[in-house]
């Protein structure tokens, strides 16, 4: 043990005398700073050519002040590239290489561990020079690991995009870096700028940097956020990349409106229109939606060209979107608040729409006569309407201050307003797009009873018939009760209510004269909730009967084609009459022509020529017709079969016998007359009845209640008929008669004057040679028959 320890001293001895020595011998030697990076390549130059004349023989590389080293490069004996290298296994090993190309000579140490840390010497030895040294102080650089990003939640990013997010957004990232050897900078960088190089260090080896980037805006977008950590320039710095995503917001919304438009863009009513609408700068694309008013519109398509969307919407104006706006809302689709929105005010012409109205104050039910009423015309139109009218029952009502009524704006006033102001009203207007008529205001008027048939109503009935009056009223509405009365010269009298019946706009009286007392005025009167009927329909009751027929009836102004007939009216039985005029042709039962007239006279054309008529007059009132009175057969010849010898008779001889044929007739007809006066002072017996082909006489019985002054002649018609050539003769005139024997008639008679019956008349009488004029006038005067019924 103890030569060992001796030699363990010796050694020590030694060595510390070698260092000594060493260090005193590198005491000039400068030391240069190498870095290498932990797993990298270390490089030392040892520089070979210094000694241009001498050979290298030996190269040694130490570590520290060690004396043993740990590469060796033996050059002796051998080329440059024949060297033997030689590597501690315990240091470097296979790790080292000593490379002399390119200059200078250096060595390489791969894969660097944290170990190989320290100072290294090398020391090249020559053939001839003295040997030189070099020194090395060999850092080794740990980077750092990759850079970790976490938001404002503490939550790791591990995507390559930050976000997205919204403009105005807050971006709040923290870089955190672990390790590192030195310790670590750690900064952000944006879109390649730096921006934040303060960080910190934390607990542990842990250094943070902490980046706020406020409101973000467009121009933001796709922006890139880099943190870096580095220790070295060795090496590229650890960092780690995200690029901003952001919702943006259209930047540009317009609507295109349809080239169909009117004059100032307006629309038509009721007609389809195509419009567009166009945005562009969301991302992502906008969506895009219409609205009319607060109404969403649904009939949409959409395209998308590039960044720009273009949505299409088709719709149907109505008169009630006049004034409406329709907004095209462009929308990011996934922020609702990233929008742009613009509107169209639409202006949508149309027809009038019309709507009447009866005024606001007014009850439509309570309206009497002589109220005040007004009527509302509203109107809507675009462009307004230019003229306003107004309508009553279809026909236009004019502004009239004499019948009380007035326009007034939209508005039409009636004053005073009677039964006659009911019916239907409406009011029109017109612009340039048409004319509207309003709805039908059906307007009441509340009255009191009136009689329907103005004057008195002259109502004919004989002793111990049975006649219905009826008493019409026109109320609204319908009258409520009838009241009767009758009055004569003597007494006014209530009818029982039991004797009528009554149904609101009628009333029904059955009344049945069986004296000449109850011969006198009826008269009915009705009441409704309006009031009572002022003014009672009045019905005269006269004793009647049927008509006498028409005398002196003449066929006169005859022609190729036409002729006239003309009469003189009968007793008119009491009642009023009218005349008809029959005309047969052949057997016919049945009239061919039926001609009515007021008058007894009448005109005949388009006959057929060379047909025999018959002619027949007949006066008729409301108890029947008369007695037939008929004329001389009617005949037209054909023009073509007439000759020279049918010329009508001259006025010498032709008149000459007409009057001596007419004396004849009358002398006959006085005598006829005569023995009929005779007859009715008689006791009456009944009259046999007449032949089938003869119509029977008129009734000789007349009423004799009321006289007057008028004379009428016998029932039996007198007949007389002028050719076409002949002219007419004069008229026969009929004094009054006021003797006794005359034919007294109780209703006041129309006499028939000249005019009325023109040329038509019967022929003047003259006294034939051969006839006593005046023994037949004796003999009429002693029997009490008027003279002016020949």
Request: proline share 8%; with cysteine.
């Amino acid at each position: 043990m103890a030569p060992h320890v001796a030699l363990l001293l010796l050694l020590c001895l030694v060595r510390g005398h070698t260092k000594t020595v060493l260090q005193d011998k590198l005491a000039g030697v400068r030391t240069v700073d190498v870095q290498a990076v932990e797993g990298m390549v270390a490089q030392f130059p040892c520089d070979l050519g210094t000694a241009a004349n001498d050979k290298v023989y030996m190269v040694f590389w130490f570590r520290d002040d060690a004396g043993i080293p740990l590469y060796s490069f033996d050059v002796r004996g051998k080329h440059l590239s024949e060297a033997r290298h030689w590597s501690a296994p315990e240091v470097f090993g296979p790790r080292a290489h000593f490379s002399t190309a390119p200059p200078p000579a250096s060595l390489l140490v791969r894969d660097v561990k944290r170990r190989d840390e320290g100072v290294y010497r090398c020391r090249v030895d020559f053939r001839n020079t003295q040997t030189t040294s070099f020194r090395y102080n060999l850092t080794v650089v740990v980077p750092p690991e990759k850079p970790v990003v976490v938001d404002r939640w503490g939550r790791v990013i591990n995507a390559t995009t930050l976000g997205p997010h919204e403009e105005g957004d807050d971006v709040l990232l923290t870089c955190r870096v672990l390790g590192g050897r030195p310790e670590p900078s750690v900064r952000w960088l944006v879109n390649g700028v730096l921006v934040d190089e303060e960080y910190e260090h934390n607990t542990g080896d842990v250094i943070e940097n902490r980046l706020l980037w406020p409101a973000i805006r467009r121009a933001d977008y796709a922006a890139v956020f880099t943190c870096q950590a580095a220790n070295s320039p060795l090496v590229p710095p650890k960092e780690v990349s995200l690029v901003l995503d952001m919702f943006l917001r259209p930047l540009t919304v317009e609507i295109k409106k349809p080239a169909e438009t009117g004059e100032g863009g307006a629309l038509t009513a009721e007609r389809r229109y195509e419009v567009a609408c166009e945005s562009a700068g969301s991302r992502p694309p906008a969506a895009v939606t219409w609205h009319k008013g607060k109404r969403q519109l649904k009939r949409i398509t959409e395209e998308l060209r590039d960044n720009l969307t273009v949505s299409a919407m088709s719709f149907v104006p109505t008169l009630d979107d006049d004034g409406k706006p329709i907004s095209c809302r462009a929308e990011n689709p996934n922020v609702t608040s990233l929008f742009l929105e613009t509107s169209w005010t639409i202006s949508v012409v149309y027809p009038p729409v019309v709507k009447l109205r009866l005024g606001s104050s007014l009850a439509a039910g309570d309206i009497k006569e002589g109220d005040d009423v007004y009527f509302e015309c509203h109107v809507r139109a675009n462009p307004p309407a230019r003229k306003l009218s107004w309508l009553h029952d279809d026909r236009p009502l004019a502004h009239n201050a004499t019948a009380r009524v007035f326009h007034s704006n939209q508005s039409l006033v009636l004053q005073k307003v009677t039964r006659h102001s009911s019916g239907r009203y409406a009011c029109s207007a017109l612009n340039a797009e048409g004319e509207t008529v309003s709805n039908e205001l059906h307007f009441r008027v509340k009255y009191a009873p009136s009689c329907r048939s103005g004057g008195v109503s002259v109502v004919g009935a004989a002793r111990g018939e049975s006649v219905v009056i009826v008493c019409e009223v026109d109320a609204d509405p319908p009258a409520a009760v009838f009241k009767w009365k009758f009055n004569n010269s003597g007494e006014t009298l209530d009818v029982a209510a039991d004797r009528y019946t009554s149904n609101g706009s009628a009333s029904s009286l059955k009344y049945t004269p069986v004296a000449d007392l109850d011969y006198g005025t009826l008269s009915c009167a009705a009441a409704n909730e309006v009031g009572a009927q002022l003014a009672p329909c009045v019905f005269q009751m006269v004793a009647a009967g049927k008509p006498h027929a028409p005398r002196n009836c003449t066929l006169w102004n005859q022609t190729a084609d036409s002729a006239e007939v003309s009469c003189v009216a009968g007793f008119d039985g009491g009642l009023p009459q009218r005349f008809l005029l029959e005309v047969y042709s052949g057997g016919d039962d049945k009239p061919r022509v039926n001609l009515s007239a007021e008058e007894p006279s009448w005109t005949l054309r388009g006959l057929e020529w060379d047909v025999r008529f018959r002619l027949v007059a007949v006066a008729v009132n409301s108890k029947g017709r008369s007695a037939p009175a008929r004329l001389d057969d009617l005949l037209f010849p054909d023009p073509e079969k007439r000759t020279a010898s049918e010329s009508p008779l001259g006025a010498g001889a032709a008149g000459a016998a007409s009057a001596a044929a007419a004396g004849a007739a009358a002398a006959v007809a006085l005598a006829g007359a005569a023995w009929r006066a005779a007859r009715r002072r008689r006791k009456p017996r009944k009259p046999p009845a007449p032949p089938p082909d003869k119509a029977p006489d008129l009734d000789d019985a007349e009423p004799d209640l009321i006289p007057n002054n008028y004379c009428e002649t016998s029932s039996a018609p007198c007949l007389a008929a002028s050719s076409p050539g002949r002219p007419a003769p004069a008229p026969l005139a009929t004094p009054a008669c006021n003797g006794p024997g005359a034919s007294w008639t109780w209703g006041a008679r129309a006499s028939v004057p000249a005019a009325a019956l023109g040329r038509s008349a019967s022929a003047s009488l003259r006294p034939a040679p051969d006839l006593n004029v005046d023994a037949i006038k004796e003999k009429l005067l002693d029997n009490r028959i008027p003279e002016s019924c020949v």
